[in-house]
């Protein structure tokens, strides 16, 4: 646990102490640390350190102050990488929804930075498409009353069904399944998805990724998506100088972060230290 100032907010570790950059892992709407078990065991396969962390109120960390949008998940980060004495450069690699927070993140911390990797990652553009608009601020109603009647423990029985979409094994799965049952839990991810259109805004205002930072898209080629979403996944890595382009067939939105289609994630992460010679 990291005590960022009054809060502590829980960091999981991986790989060997080296000069080599550390791999940043966010994780995406109602996600957790645990999301990112298997790419951080092959992430240290490489040789690389990675650390991954569950957001203010998510998981075993401790909520924080409302709003719970970019600006404040950003500083949340900020604050914790430079507790556990990490000075950068870095990686950042962002699942799902965790692809609005890179882009308010990202521009504010450009010398520190790398590169990106977007996994199956939505960007603020989406919200310029009238039917992802449409998605998401029907999702931001379900989610209120998800997160209003969130006390009543009703996710629990829920997370045996849907708690680990993912595929994680031992531990990781018990941890995911038990975090997505968890009445905080659900009550501060429904709040960040409460939250989704203002974060976009931010994501605008802090502006694109610099064409020369190197930028790898990794989607699921199994998911359901409109071409229109589908060809905005890929603007970033098409606007950089160094872009990276995966579609994996056969995984979906979730089991692309599993067992059996983790690697061309690291193969992103390989792609950006490639260019950048670490």
């Not at 190197?214 to 950089?240: D, F, N």
């Amino acid at each position: 646990m990291v005590d960022i100032g009054g809060r502590r907010l829980r960091a999981v570790r991986a790989g060997p102490k080296s000069d080599r950059p550390l791999i940043v892992l966010e994780c995406g709407a109602f996600g957790c640390a645990a999301d990112w078990a298997v790419v951080q065991e092959r992430l240290a396969a490489k040789g690389l350190a990675s650390v991954a962390y569950d957001r203010a109120g998510l998981g075993f960390s401790d909520p924080g102050p409302e709003p719970r949008d970019g600006r404040a998940i950003a500083a949340d980060l900020t604050a914790m990488l430079a507790k556990l004495g990490e000075p950068g450069p870095f990686v950042m690699a962002g699942h799902s929804m965790a692809g609005l927070m890179l882009r308010v993140f990202v521009p504010h911390h450009r010398d520190q930075m790398l590169g990106v990797v977007l996994v199956d990652a939505v960007t603020p553009e989406m919200m310029d498409v009238r039917a992802a608009a449409l998605g998401v601020h029907a999702y931001r109603g379900a989610m209120k009353l998800v997160g209003l009647w969130s006390g009543a423990g009703f996710m629990r029985p829920v997370s045996l069904v849907i708690g680990d979409l993912i595929g994680l094994e031992g531990e990781a799965s018990t941890e995911k399944r038990r975090i997505y049952g968890s009445a905080t839990h659900t009550r501060w991810a429904a709040e960040e998805v409460l939250n989704w259109p203002r974060t976009a805004g931010q994501g605008r205002e802090a502006g694109t990724f610099e064409p020369d930072l190197p930028v790898a898209v990794v989607t699921a080629g199994a998911a359901r998506m409109s071409a229109a979403l589908k060809a905005l996944q890929v603007v970033p890595a098409q606007a950089s100088r160094h872009g990276y382009v995966d579609h994996v067939r056969g995984a979906n939105h979730a089991s692309l972060l599993g067992k059996t289609f983790a690697d061309p994630i690291v193969k992103g992460v390989e792609h950006v230290l490639a260019v950048v010679g670490r």
